[in-house]
Structures are given as C-alpha cells and as structure tokens.
C-alpha cells in the first residue's frame, strides 16, 4: 500500500497542474475576446458618429457663461467629452495640448459636470482649453454616447470622425484633428 500513495499524489498534482493551466488559457482566451468585442463596439460607435450633425443643445462656456452652441454650426473643431473622474481622459490632456499647436481646429473641452468641480479640475491639471459645461448631458444624450473621452472632429456643424476613448498617441489625435481638412 505504501507504494500506490506516491502515484495518487503524482496524479492529483498532475490532475490540479493540468485544471490550473486551461483555467490560466481558458482566462486568457476570454480576456482576449471581451477586449476584442469592446473595441469592436468603440469602432462601432465612433462609425455612427461620423457624418452626423452636431446637436443644438445648449454648451455654456465655463468662463463667459455663454450658450456657444450656435458657434459650432461653422467653423472647424475638435470637442472632448470628458469627466474629472476618469483616469484615460486625464492621460489624453498631454496629447491634446500638443496637438492644439499643430492643427487648425480650435479644441474644446465639454462636461456635463458642475461648474465649480470642473473649474477646479481645470485649475489642478492647468488646462489651458476652453471648456464647456453641458448642462444635464443634453448634447452627451442627443448623441447618444457611452463613454468618456469621446473626440469628436466637427466642422461646419456635421461630425467628420468619432474618436471613441482616449487617442493612444499624437499621431491618432492628429489623424482626428485634420479629419475634413480637404472639404
């Protein structure tokens, strides 16, 4: 009997080795097809965007407190929905002020946040955009978005490309930025 203990122990830690390995393949499999499937619904997202026209909703600049939405229906834009709480828009602020020297399109900042919790954000991160309150997430729902950052090139007052989360580089954001140059 001695004997035979030995082999049950080989085969039970051969038995757990082998669940533990296809447990490890079988996370990795769906980790690789759940993130496939988000960024196949961000590309989807940002393909329904395009050449759609921007809403009239109302967007007071933070500073004027004026309604500056009739502004966006000429001319040629870059507009960035963001949160004060959201870690991938913060990493996409030093994208965006190097891209701001390097394209035509003015950048604006839009939250749907509170006047005073934006303007600290922007004190504590020294923006130097102008941002633009969107009051009760009008134009956030007319569009019907899910996510923060979402970049929108806009000119003449229809969305030439969507940029749906944050730009993982210059290149992409100036790729964005000059969407519709050739108009």
């Known amino acids: 009997m001695t004997m035979k203990l030995p082999r049950i122990n080989l085969l ?40 759609t026209s ?25 507009l960035v929905y963001f949160s004060s709480n959201c870690e991938a828009c913060k990493k996409e602020l030093p994208i965006l002020s190097q891209v701001q020297s390097k394209t035509k399109a003015s950048i604006f900042l839009i939250s749907a946040e509170e006047d005073e919790v934006i303007r600290n954000y922007a004190n504590i991160n020294n923006l130097k955009f102008k941002i633009l309150i969107d009051k009760n997430a009008e134009s956030f729902k007319a569009l019907s ?8 090139k806009v000119k003449n007052g229809v969305i030439q490309k969507a940029l749906i989360g944050s730009a993982p580089n210059e290149g992409a954001f100036l790729e964005l930025a000059r969407a519709g140059d050739d108009l």
């Open 54 to 78: 921007f809403p009239a909703s109302p967007l007071i600049d933070l500073e004027t407190k004026e309604d500056v939405s009739a502004n966006l229906k000429t001319g040629d834009f870059v």
């Open 12 to 51: 039970i830690s051969a038995l757990v080795f082998g669940i533990s390995i296809f447990s490890v393949i079988g996370y990795k499999v769906w980790q690789n097809n759940h993130y496939q499937s988000f960024d196949n619904n961000l590309r989807k997202e940002s393909e329904r965007l395009a050449n």
């Open 145 to 152: 978005l899910k996510y923060t950052p979402t970049n929108l």
